[in-house]
């Protein structure tokens, strides 16, 4: 199991912007592909506490993480798993790891049988160190949908945002703070099940 505070700046990209990125960045590298399964209740109770639980399978591992929020950033619990997700199946809290079985039952109110794989979005990611920091490039698909999202994740806040802002004006960009992954596709789900 492994704990970090997550520190990182994000900006949704239109698709010519992505290549121009990737061009300038990541010209040679080839992207590697992940695919994260989200978990909540069908009342989400996890995004009421700003909190996300997912399963991602990258190289035929699987990853259980628990992101909460932190005073800076996010507090991210890590676990290896045997769970191989399928959506629209419940996961119950004995099969969750200790640590993120507290959270969830403990200071979330889940009980068992609540949780429940609500879906997936498969990411192709390239990354590369700028300015000794991680430089992340994502093409997203989920819900019949594409986006397209840079990420910074940093030392220091302070210093990374400033790193950040300087490469996004390179593109002619100013940062305008996106959802996140989780997020997004929680609202495109939801805008899916009004129509």
Do not use: C, W
């Amino acid at each position: 199991m492994a704990t970090n505070n997550e520190i990182e700046f994000k900006q949704i990209l239109n698709e010519n912007v992505y290549h121009q990125i990737r061009n300038t960045y990541f010209e040679n590298d080839k992207p590697f592909t992940q695919t994260n399964y989200y978990i909540d209740t069908n009342d989400f109770k996890l995004k009421k506490h700003q909190s996300a639980l997912r399963i991602r399978v990258k190289d035929n591992q699987y990853e259980m993480t628990l992101k909460v929020p932190a005073k800076v950033g996010l507090t991210e619990y890590n676990h290896a798993i045997n769970i191989s997700p399928k959506i629209d199946t419940t996961i119950s809290l004995s099969q969750l790891p200790e640590d993120i079985r507290d959270i969830i039952e403990n200071q979330f109110g889940v009980s068992d049988k609540e949780l429940i794989i609500l879906g997936a979005l498969t990411t192709h990611r390239l990354e590369t160190q700028f300015q000794n920091e991680l430089l992340v490039l994502d093409q997203s698909e989920y819900l019949g949908k594409t986006d397209y999202e840079l990420e910074f994740e940093v030392h220091s806040y302070d210093e990374g945002y400033e790193k950040f802002n300087h490469l996004l004006q390179e593109f002619n960009l100013s940062h305008e703070k996106p959802l996140n992954k989780v997020q997004r596709f929680f609202e495109e789900k939801q805008n899916s099940s009004k129509e």
